[in-house]
């Protein structure tokens, strides 16, 4: 299996970076309501700080380095938790329309009470399910952060209607679980511990799976 593996450029990193300073009013106001949720449910660690929980939610941005991803219309997040990487995404690009899953019925009406409170209501909506029971009418591309190892989730929605699977997670578990996938497929990795990049990024990756495309 041949895959794409490089390290993010000091470019791809600005623009990050002035995404998330363009954005940072709706960006922080989602922190707010995160933290707030995270003392009454456990959506990410219970004693995860503000600036912590800010670095995850630029984390959250890189998928976008992705040209599928600027160019998708309609993304399911799954293993969400308490929306990430859905919601900064979508706070971000006014142009995309979100599902954000979760087997955990409390993590989604948290969800739901956030995108209320954001203003996303018309394009993003929380789902309570298991993505392997789900369906959507279109195709989708879907997004999810540090949920799901690529075997698993890709063998979870392998009939479905998907154009791309993208995952936050760590490049070297990513090449590694892929390894067990069986089909044609191509692995796009973005190592983000770059020299330059911040000490939280170690070992973190942003990987694009897309199927038929490495025979």
């Given amino acids: 299996m ?7 450029t000091k470019e791809e990193q600005d623009r990050i970076e002035s995404l998330y300073s363009e954005h940072n009013k709706e960006l922080s106001a989602y922190v ?7 003392s009454k449910i456990n959506l990410v660690s219970r004693d ?16 976008s380095l992705f040209e599928s991803y600027r160019e998708g219309s309609f993304f399911v997040d799954t293993g969400s938790g308490g929306g990430l990487p859905g919601l900064p995404l979508s706070l971000c690009f006014k142009n995309k329309r979100f599902e954000v899953n979760d087997i955990v019925s409390k993590k989604v009406f ?16 929380g789902r309570q399910g298991d993505i392997r029971e789900m369906g959507w009418d279109e195709e989708a591309i879907i997004v999810t952060k540090h949920a799901f190892k690529v075997d698993q989730l890709y063998s979870m929605v392998e009939e479905k209607k998907w154009s791309r699977l993208i995952f936050l997670k760590g490049h070297e578990e ?7 996938i069986k089909g044609s497929f191509k692995l796009s990795i973005i190592k ?5 990049m911040d000490p939280f990024f170690k070992g973190k990756g942003v990987v694009e799976l ?6």
């Fill in 2 to 8: 041949e895959h794409s593996i490089r390290y993010i």
């Fill in 32 to 38: 707010e309501r995160l933290l707030w949720w995270n």
């Fill in 48 to 63: 995860v700080s503000r600036e912590t929980l800010k670095k995850h939610v630029k984390h959250s941005l890189y998928v």
């Fill in 110 to 125: 948290a969800v739901n009470d956030m995108i209320l409170g954001l203003n996303l209501s018309d394009r993003v909506k």
């Fill in 174 to 180: 990513a090449v590694e679980e892929a390894k067990n």
């Fill in 192 to 196: 983000l511990d770059a020299k330059f």
């Fill in 210 to 215: 897309s199927r038929g495309a490495n025979e």
